[in-house]
């Protein structure tokens, strides 16, 4: 059973940069069939996506975020990461991690329980 | 970037009611289409992939059709746990966007 974790601080500084992890269990995050990514969901409001990274390393990016955002992978710990630079009050969302299987034709299909992150003094 | 307008934005309905959604994309992104839902304080769970796949494990009241532009998903008979909000999303590009969302309230 596939299971996908987000660890990182639940608050950060204005201007300072959000760091979030994503632990994997269950499945490998070198496998071809897969993407993995982020979506985050300000509260109340809808979802983004923030941006996909493959095993390879190569990675897509929100153009709105792009500039701010890195997302890398660890193969050796199963973990992949989210960096965003520079962060405001409009950062402030659920952050989720999930999982994406190119055979269901790109769906997202296993999501991490989601983590808040409040930017604030 | 590819636009996703889903429609209605609420609905209220009772149990047992056919509901239907519709999802509409600014470009023809063939059946690239997906379906979720979202209850309060939890993560999405992808109900529909591919338009028409139902996701293992969902149960077969959720139906999903359409292609190229125009998508829909209809509950057959809504149930007290399907009150709920529901997201497409498309899947044809690599950057994923996500319909608004329709909220399915109790009448």
């Known amino acids: 059973q596939l299971q996908l974790q987000e660890s990182g601080p639940g608050l950060v500084k204005p201007s300072e940069t959000l760091s979030l992890t994503c632990t994997v269990s269950?499945?490998?995050?070198?496998?071809?069939?897969?993407?993995w990514g982020w979506i985050r969901q300000p509260p109340g409001k809808g979802l983004e996506w923030i941006g996909t990274i493959y095993y390879s390393g190569s990675t897509y990016y929100n153009l709105s975020l792009k500039g701010r955002l890195t997302i890398s992978l660890d193969t050796s710990k199963n973990q992949f990461s989210l960096k965003l630079t520079s962060v405001t009050a409009a950062d402030t969302a659920v952050y989720y991690c999930?999982?994406?299987?190119?055979?269901?034709?790109?769906?997202?299909?296993?999501w991490g329980q989601g983590t808040l992150v409040t930017v604030s003094s | 970037d590819i636009q996703l307008t889903q429609s209605p934005s609420s609905l209220s309905a009772s149990v047992g009611d056919r509901v239907t959604i519709t999802c509409r994309a600014s470009?023809?992104?063939?059946?690239?289409l997906n379906w979720y839902q979202q209850k309060p304080g939890k993560a999405p769970t992808l109900l529909i992939y591919?338009?028409?796949s139902l996701q293992s494990g969902v149960p077969s009241r959720f139906s999903g059709s359409g292609s190229g532009t125009d998508f829909s998903l209809t509950i057959g008979s809504l149930q007290p746990e399907d009150f709920a909000t529901y997201y497409c999303l498309q899947s044809y590009s690599t950057a994923g966007t996500f319909g608004q969302g329709t909220k399915v309230e109790f009448k």
């Open positions: 999930m999982r994406v299987n190119v055979l269901t034709s790109g769906a997202y299909d296993s």
């Open positions: 269950g499945g490998s995050i070198s496998s071809r069939n897969f993407y």
């Open positions: 470009h023809n992104i063939n059946m690239y």
């Open positions: 591919a338009a028409s």
